[in-house]
């Protein structure tokens, strides 16, 4: 292998002009250019709902990613996604609720007079939410991390749905079942996408380094990792204290994003839906994550045709309600039936990969010629 | 407490734990011979109760043709689901069958909402089944016996079929090692379909007690039993009826009493299975009757 830098000066000059160019995007979208510019030639922006939808690819984006790390790249089937996303909703919520709203929200039980007073600018309760889930990763792994395989996904279901129920019954932290309303929406385009670039960033920066070399070798065989002289363990925990990390802050996100959050949000089918994404997308690629969250968020939504009254002139059809979820996992199975590695399996899209295909356009061109 | 309140909890938990046990044997069934966690098993449950609410009332049948229907047709969808999405990907890691075994819970699930909305519906219990009769002091409904007795009885067939019968044999082999057996001439896609017909055979028939004893059912009452039950196979043993069965009324005993003797712990009743999961797994992950895997290198 010869030695190549980390980014070469062609691969940083690219990254910064696809940046520029999503931030551009971005800046349209959200209706601030046309209020800044005031240029008459610029197509309208994106209304709230189209708006609504690229925040959630981004915060699904965030979700599949962490999800990723824990499965795809260090192969530990963890299904306790939706309890750490829980973990960091409920935690930043608290943070960023003004203690007048506190105050009217809980009325089954008094807030305790710790968490009234509290209030934190929105970028720390994000973080917060993300070390609290941490800690909590921290106390389940250890007991949990020596299970193997599909014991581990039992188990760490198990725990989401205890978080589900700690938070139904601890009334004075989190308001019990009435789940906390009203929350400010500060998640917006230009915060959710900053979040996942630099999760993105910070995420390929680990998996290519020596310790992400060290994730992969434990998914791919761990008792030869073991042999090698890898601690087991310790690269295990460190990767589901990561993935808990980032589900925190996509919890706090979607919290952020939603402006409600209720217990009945955080079941195991929340969980489903982003191991969905990492599934489809390709486990061990995080330009899979992105891809399949893009696809299976935008899928979802239009979905929604299905569910709605069809009229074709001659005949008519009502709508089914919840016909978009059997579509939606008729489509899960199709996919691990037919083409289990998803749609990048563990290949990923780099500026390399991309010039590779440009010029192999090119040469088919030439030949053809 | 009095000695009746402690019988009528004592009942109660007989009944929820071989409701348990029912549908654990399903699940160390298949998990014993495919390795698998067959995560749509609690759906199955669902599916037996749905089918017979409707073939009682829409189709007005007699309530024992609408168990029986219910159950065949319990059966045959476990064998088509066995089919369609388990056996395209038996070569396959078993994390890929993990994820379909996913994907035919969540479709099970969202079908049933579609088909039969997602409202809960109360459940007509008869009249003879409920009317309180009064044993020792301990006013019971004749359901709470009908249960576990119904429990015995199917167990002892299962038992029957599993160490004294051709295709029971098969069964056995086929946990041990799948690959002689295939070499030794058993069809071992057909006895591991009769794996699942008889699973989701006994997951309809628990289901539909279920759905007499708490008279209420919605597409998502089979999830939170199914998990339990899981965990149930886990502490008995996981590959042994008998453990499964034990493990089911351990866990039924587990969640009546705490709850029974420390009433202000009630809304953590769900979290209790998990805790004993996470505990058996750390201290004898083998479960009670489970016999030890040597892990190959």
Request: aromatic letters at 12%.
């Amino acid at each position: 292998m010869n030695a190549k830098p980390a980014f070469n000066k062609r691969d940083a000059a690219l990254t910064a002009l696809a940046l520029a160019v999503l931030y551009l995007f971005l800046w349209w979208a959200d209706g601030s250019m046309a209020g800044a510019l005031s240029w008459s030639f610029l197509p309208s922006p994106l209304n709230g709902y189209e708006i609504q939808i690229l925040n959630l690819v981004a915060v699904y984006g965030i979700l599949a990613i962490s999800l990723n790390i824990i499965y795809g790249f260090t192969g530990m089937f963890s299904l306790g996604h939706a309890g750490f996303m829980a973990i960091g909703a409920y935690v930043s919520a608290l943070c960023v609720l003004s203690p007048e709203q506190k105050e009217i929200m809980w009325i089954i039980d008094e807030i305790l007079p710790p968490l009234a007073a509290l209030h934190t600018p929105f970028w720390f309760s994000v973080i917060l939410g993300g070390v609290v889930a941490t800690i909590f990763a921290l106390f389940i792994g250890i007991p949990v991390l020596r299970l193997g395989g599909d014991y581990l996904g039992i188990a760490t279901l198990g725990f989401s749905e205890i978080i589900r129920v700690l938070i139904v019954n601890a009334t004075p932290i989190t308001n019990g079942s009435l789940g906390i309303k009203g929350i400010p929406c500060y998640t917006d385009l230009f915060t959710s996408f900053t979040w996942l670039i630099i999760v993105i960033f910070c995420t390929v920066r680990l998996l290519n380094s020596n310790f992400g070399n060290v994730l992969k070798a434990v998914r791919d065989d761990e008792i030869a990792a073991q042999v090698m002289g890898i601690n087991v363990f310790h690269a295990k925990l460190f990767s589901f204290c990561l993935g808990a990390f980032l589900a925190g802050a996509g919890g706090a996100l979607l919290g952020n994003l939603l402006t409600t959050i209720d217990p009945k949000m955080f079941t195991f089918l929340l969980t489903y839906n982003i191991l969905m994404i990492v599934v489809a997308g390709g486990l061990g690629s995080i330009t899979g994550s992105i891809i399949g969250s893009v696809i299976i968020t935008v899928l979802l939504e239009w979905l929604r045709v299905v569910e709605e009254p069809l009229d074709l002139g001659f005949i008519h059809i009502p709508g089914i309600p919840g016909m978009r979820m059997v579509v939606f996992s008729v489509c899960l199975l199709i996919i691990i039936l037919y083409r289990r590695e998803g749609i990048m399996g563990m290949r990923e899209i780099t500026w390399n990969s991309i010039g590779r295909w440009f010029s192999s356009l090119g040469q088919s061109k030439e030949d053809k010629a | 407490m009095t000695l009746e309140l402690f019988l009528q909890h004592f009942f109660n938990a007989l009944t929820l734990g071989s409701l348990y046990g029912l549908i654990a044997i399903g699940y160390t069934m298949v998990y014993g011979i495919l390795r698998l966690i067959n995560f749509a098993h609690g759906d199955i449950l669902m599916l037996g109760a749905y089918f017979v609410f409707y073939g009682t009332t829409l189709f007005c049948l007699p309530w024992p043709v609408a168990v029986v229907v219910a159950i065949l047709g319990s059966a045959l969808l476990g064998v088509l689901m066995d089919k369609i999405a388990y056996r395209p990907l038996r070569s396959a890691p078993r994390i890929s069958a993990l994820i379909s075994a996913i994907a035919v819970s969540f479709f099970l699930e969202s079908l049933a909402v579609v088909v039969f909305t997602g409202l809960p519906r109360p459940v007509h219990q008869p009249e003879w089944l409920v009317s309180i009769i009064t044993i020792g002091g301990a006013r019971l409904m004749p359901l709470t016996l009908l249960v576990p007795g119904v429990t015995a009885v199917l167990v002892a067939a299962l038992l029957y079929v599993v160490y004294h019968t051709k295709p029971g044999l098969a069964m056995q082999a086929i946990s041990k090692d799948i690959e002689t057996t295939r070499m030794l001439g058993v069809s071992v896609d057909k006895i591991i379909a009769l794996t699942f017909a008889i699973g989701s055979a006994l997951a309809a028939a628990s289901g539909i007690m279920w759905a007499l004893r708490y008279p209420q059912i919605n597409p998502y009452m089979g999830v939170f039993p199914g998990f339990k039950a899981f965990i149930a196979a886990v502490f008995g043993g996981i590959g042994s009826i008998q453990g499964a069965v034990v493990g089911g009324l351990i866990l039924g005993f587990i969640e009546i009493m705490t709850v029974a003797f420390f009433p202000e712990l009630s809304g953590y009743r769900d979290a209790f299975a998990f805790i004993l999961l996470v505990v058996v797994l750390l201290v004898k992950p083998t479960g009670l009757f489970g016999e030890k895997q040597e892990e190959k290198i």
